[in-house]
């Protein structure tokens, strides 16, 4: 991510509002999934869009369990950090 000049936390909360139509002003680094409308269906697609996007398999179960959109950031910092499994 930070190739493309954007920091993880940027892509996702574009990501969050462009292609999920969440609403802007709920996304934040300190809203909760709830705050933000990230229900079940929104981690599912976001799930999708990661691993289409970047090729990094991120459960859903990993996403529904971050406390607050920054906390989702975060994990897909991390999971991008990591080698691929071979």
Not at 3 to 26: C, F, H, I, K, S
Not at 45 to 69: K, N, P
Request: aromatic share 4%; glycine share 4%; proline share 2%.
């Amino acid at each position: 991510m930070r190739a493309t000049g954007r920091t993880v936390y940027e892509w996702l909360r574009e990501t969050l509002v462009d292609r999920l139509r969440l609403p802007e002003d709920a996304v934040t680094a300190q809203a909760t999934a709830d705050a933000a409308g990230l229900d079940s269906l929104a981690v599912t697609e976001l799930s999708m869009i990661v691993q289409e996007e970047w090729g990094v398999a991120v459960d859903e179960d990993e996403l529904a369990a971050c406390a607050t959109v920054g906390e989702v950031a975060t994990l897909l910092e991390q999971r991008c950090q990591q080698p691929a499994a071979r």
